[in-house]
DNA sequence: CGTGGGGTTGATTCTTATCAATTCGGGTGG
DNA sequence: CCACCCGAATTGATAAGAATCAACCCCACG
């Protein structure tokens, strides 16, 4: 494990937080157990039982929910960091498939082990409490994405969103999904996102080549999204009100 | 205050687990001062800061985001019992509006009050994060609604989760948003949401009158909307395996 | 060389939005 | 008690946006 994978959840973490060594070992406690996955092997079945979770250290994946007569809605993309299956816990069994989309690296843990996390640094328990709300807030996003604006807006406040959650400085941005798999995220079909797509170069928003996009200007794309500035910036009431570091 | 609006919370929150003395004590703390709000009123507005949190005790009320050109997308229906705000947590401001759509009473609680109960309570804290991953799969349930079903499979959905989060045995149920508020809940027009209404009825699924919806045949609409049985059904791994209760 | 998956393009259809007119029903004031 | 008003619901006609279907291209890979 690169020292890079190795730092993936605590570097999400710390978005919000200094974290102090005991809490950073739990943390690695974590991602002690990597995995591999190849481009869309299912990493968890909708159905199995959901007392596993994973984190995310290399690749993309997302969760997708497939409707009996076929069609597929994929709800969530995920990158390094990530924690896969958090909203689940509520359940016995997964409400829906996760899947790889690219290589991925991927550590199961067991659910008991975030209980742990939760006891001995009650801190992390807040943290992880952020998580889900953050998580919440993308997907509110989400919804006023797909019900309310045109396909292009969509698409756009799409790679806005890719762009601000890998936290890259540069405007080209590696995006290795295909089109059917972002038609099924925007609730389009594949053939529309590339006319949609082209609209997008046309109007100089955009430049695409392969799996990269690259975004000719960044401010006029987020204005012709709609994408809300505010979202996704972790500026809290919560987390400055903090507890003491772990006893 | 009755007996009945007292016990919101708590009845919301023994879905999950059996509360001791102590426990819901503190959670009373958090409906100590009931405040009204008419048809209509903001209970909260974008950008506000968001250092209060409300737990609804009567009526009805909605979050919304409204976009800079008008378009507006309804995020959520709040019923007694249910907690206005928790994921706005991440950031100092609301991002999106919180409205009464009937008479409502709501308990005003400041963020601190939060905290406190997740010291005190650590069982508390455990419950709210299955309280926050519910609204979770509430919101990827929404997302698969509005993305990938029809306007009437759409309405369909909707009134079966009322139905079922309404928590009544009657098949009548009590729903007192204008068409208005609905298409803009379901991403569809007001003028739809009529026809499409009368499609439900002329199927024989609903039956409507005034602001009371029918179900004739709740199997029937479940299957029709598509409605997954097993969500909203807590059945958690996660608290289960539970912490002794209050020290 | 084939083969197959992804992407592009064009033609057509379907669903839903939009616009406009009308009705219904509940509340208000004379 | 009635006339009026207003917001919501309904109905009809038309338009827009996206889906679907089908053909074709491109290219990586065996």
Chains 1, 2 share one sequence.
């Not at 996760?98 to 001995?120: G, S």
């Not at 409490?129 to 953050?134: E, N």
């Not at 949609?196 to 794309?221: A, F, H, S, W």
Request: hydrophobic share 40%; glycine share 4%.
């Amino acid at each position: 494990m690169s020292d890079e994978e190795e730092s993936c959840i605590v570097s999400q973490f710390r978005q919000f937080l200094e974290l102090d060594p005991g809490e950073i070992e739990l943390l690695y406690q974590l991602e002690k157990d990597p995995r591999s996955y190849s481009p869309d092997e299912l990493i968890a079945a909708s159905g199995q039982s959901s007392d596993h979770l994973f984190t995310v250290l290399s690749g993309w994946a997302c969760a997708e929910r497939i409707l009996p007569d076929g069609r597929r809605q994929v709800l969530d993309l995920f990158t390094p960091g990530h924690i896969i299956g958090l909203r689940e816990i509520i359940s016995h069994h997964y409400t829906s498939d996760f899947r790889a989309l690219t290589d991925v690296v991927a550590c199961p843990f067991p659910l008991a082990d975030l209980h742990e996390v939760f006891e001995q640094a009650p801190r992390l328990g807040d943290l992880f409490f952020l998580v889900l709300a953050r998580e919440q807030a993308i997907l509110v996003e989400r919804i006023i994405n797909i019900g309310r604006r045109t396909a292009a807006e969509r698409l756009a406040h799409l790679l806005v969103e890719i762009r601000v959650r890998t936290q890259t400085t540069s405007n080209r941005i590696e995006f290795p999904l295909t089109q059917t798999m972002i038609g099924d995220a925007l609730s389009l079909s594949s053939v529309h996102i590339s006319r949609t797509y082209q609209r997008l170069c046309d109007r100089g928003l955009i430049k695409k080549r392969d799996g990269v996009v690259e975004i000719l200007d960044l401010e006029e794309l987020i204005d012709y999204s709609g994408f809300e500035r505010s979202y996704l910036e972790i500026n809290s009431n919560w987390a400055h009100t903090t507890r003491p570091a772990t006893a």
